[in-house]
């Protein structure tokens, strides 16, 4: 299938290594450019009725007759855009008339266990309703269609065993590739060995060595003998079958059918686009992980724009980790695997590099994540001496801050994740090792620890609201907590769905809070009031799901997300 991008990429203009430092002199490095042709949003076309389903069916297969909580997608030819949505449990799905326009589309399913019994399904979207009974098989790959969570609750292991795998194998690929291999124990020391040397940006299609490997400095994989051996009983390397039953979770049921996702593609086959946030114009703004680009998606047209600024350290990979937007709605971006940040006028379209000054930090410093303050002052953390550092970019002046209380140091672990600005520019940070937030205040500069109430709950992104209240992602606890920065307080509530391992947590305007993570594609919305969790399964396996954002500037909020590991970009629509 084509898929109509135009490049037109400008030669690169002005050597790429002088940008480090304080330097604020903007510098265009290059510009990518990717128009995607054709209309996606079809006006109702005249013969239909308004609410009337362009094109609907029922979804079977012989095992089970009408099936409930199928995800049915739709994808026009040509087009980057794909429409999902859920079938009832009377089997039935139904495309809004006002999401898919005449045309001919592509039809897939995500339904754990079953395939499409015609593979390639295409149907025709015309001028009146079109109706199209969707039949599947039993698959005869259930391994590949398996999320994390699906293999961690299928796995033997002792809960130790099965928490070393979901943190050091799930960020860079899906468990799949781990059970499926056919190392023994031996084997597996090797491939320990080789897992260790790849960035943490990487993904299975998209190796980046780690410039630390030689540093002793990242150790994801911490693989010890112990390790190799569990592995190797459980993979396949003593033969092809599995020696434990695959354990599936339910397909999505009630509410959780109830939804629309759409989704973008990405220009490049092997964008990894980690952060997407939108803007107040409907845009959504988005860095690539392995690659020091800064895209932005127009959902209204389907345009894609990517301006490319490469690592300014040569032999460091440039990949941004994180994107904010300051109050002029101007992406800031950090560099994963180095002391450096960007800012990106969208006006001008060009980055200005900054880094931490040398003198005050270690050579092995990363700046992975910022905060903007309400005006435009620039929180950065540096991870190797636990500080943070307040950045004016007016000024160019620096202001190193330490981010935890002497005694707190004093009781190790402890490693500042993602951090924020609340609305009088005091930062706080998620301390993932030490299970707290640690706060920096603005003015006086004095640091301040507060623990939270589940232990070794492995605090990771965060939003803050107008309250000043952050709603933080509890990846090890597997909980959703708020902390009342004003009072210190906090509250935690138990994801229902085990290993949902939440990265980021984002509040929308209308109470509802959202949340997402590496390893079970589900988004989840919970009701503050009621409780209650929805959670919606996305089109497919190992979407790889980083930080989340709430666009709350409309009439009802929506959610956005990148899917690092499937070069999209996708809203979540519930219907009700
Ligand atoms: C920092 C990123 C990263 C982490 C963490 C990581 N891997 Fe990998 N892994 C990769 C990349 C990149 C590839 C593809 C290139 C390759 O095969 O080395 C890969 C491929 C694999 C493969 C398939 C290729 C083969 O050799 O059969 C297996 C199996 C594997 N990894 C196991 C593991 C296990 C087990 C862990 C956790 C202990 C792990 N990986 C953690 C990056 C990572």
Redesign the pocket.
């Known amino acids: 299938m084509n898929r109509s991008f135009v490049e037109n990429r400008e030669p690169p203009s002005g050597s790429k290594d002088s940008a480090p430092g304080m330097s604020l002199n903007a510098k265009k490095i290059g510009l990518r450019l990717w128009l995607a042709l054709g209309l996606f949003f079809a006006v109702v076309p005249a013969g239909m009725a308004a609410g009337q389903p362009a094109l609907t069916g029922i979804v079977s297969s012989d095992a089970e007759g009408p099936m409930g909580g199928v995800l049915v997608s739709a994808k026009r030819m040509n087009s980057i855009v794909t429409i999902t949505v859920v079938t009832g449990k009377d089997g039935r799905y139904a495309f809004p008339a006002d999401r898919l326009a005449p045309g001919d589309y592509q039809i897939g399913i995500r339904a754990v266990g079953y395939d499409l019994a015609t593979p390639d399904l295409k149907v025709t979207v015309g001028g009146k309703q079109s109706k199209t009974d969707i039949k599947l098989n039993k698959t005869k790959n259930l391994p590949a269609q398996l999320s994390d969570a699906e293999w961690l609750m299928s796995i033997p292991g002792t809960p130790k065993q099965k928490e070393?795998?979901s943190t050091?194998?799930v960020?860079?690929?899906s468990l799949t590739?781990?059970l499926t291999?056919?190392?023994d124990a031996e084997g597996?020391l090797t491939?320990?060995n080789?897992?260790?040397n790849?960035?943490?940006s990487?993904?299975?299609f998209?190796?980046?060595l780690?410039p630390w490997a030689n540093h002793e400095m990242?150790s994801?994989?911490?693989?010890d003998e112990e390790?190799a051996k569990y592995?190797a009983s459980i993979n396949l390397s003593t033969g092809p079958e599995f020696k434990f039953e695959l354990k599936t979770m339910p397909r999505p049921q009630g509410d959780d059918t109830k939804v629309i996702i759409t989704e973008y593609d990405l220009p490049r086959h092997d964008a990894e686009p980690h952060d997407a946030v939108s803007d107040k114009d409907g845009m959504i703004w988005y860095c690539d992980f392995a690659e020091g680009i800064v895209g932005r998606l127009n959902p209204k047209t389907g345009e894609v724009k990517e301006w490319e600024d490469p690592s300014p350290r040569p032999g460091f990979p440039g990949g941004f980790q994180a994107l904010e937007l300051d109050s002029q709605g101007n992406p800031w971006v950090t560099r994963h695997e180095l002391n450096g940040f960007a800012k990106f006028d969208k006006k001008t379209e060009k980055f200005t590099n900054m880094s931490l000054p040398e003198n005050q930090v270690s050579p092995k410093t990363r700046t992975t994540f910022l905060a903007i303050t309400p005006d435009d002052k620039v929180w950065v953390k540096d991870n190797v001496d636990f500080k943070a550092f307040w950045f004016d970019p007016h000024t160019g002046r620096y202001l190193g801050r330490n981010q935890y209380p002497d005694d707190v140091v004093k009781t190790p672990p402890h490693n500042i994740y993602g951090i924020r600005s609340d609305s009088k520019g005091n930062e706080y940070g998620a301390d993932i090792d030490g299970s707290g937030i640690a706060r920096i205040d603005a003015e006086t500069g004095k640091a301040t620890y507060y623990p939270t109430p589940a232990p070794n709950s492995g605090p990771r992104r965060m939003h803050i609201d107008s309250d000043d209240r952050l709603w933080i992602g509890e990846y090890y606890a597997n909980k959703i907590a708020r902390f009342d920065t004003r009072t210190g307080q906090y509250h935690e509530w138990d994801h229902p769905v085990n290993w949902f391992s939440p990265y980021d947590v984002a509040p929308a305007k209308d109470g509802n809070i959202w949340a997402g993570g590496m390893s079970t594609d589900l988004i989840s919305r919970m009701n503050l009031k009621t409780g209650k969790f929805n959670n919606y399964l996305m089109p497919r396996v190992d979407t790889n799901v980083r930080r989340v954002d709430v666009d709350n500037t409309g009439a009802r909020p929506v959610f956005w997300v990148g899917e690092n590991h499937q070069s999209k970009i996708a809203k979540v629509e519930p219907l009700e």
Request: hydrophobic share 40%; proline share 3%.
């Open positions: 070393w795998l050091s194998c960020f860079c690929h590739h781990v291999s056919k190392y597996w491939t320990f080789r897992m260790s790849w960035s943490g990487s993904a299975f998209k190796p980046v780690s990242i994801f994989t911490k693989g390790q592995l």
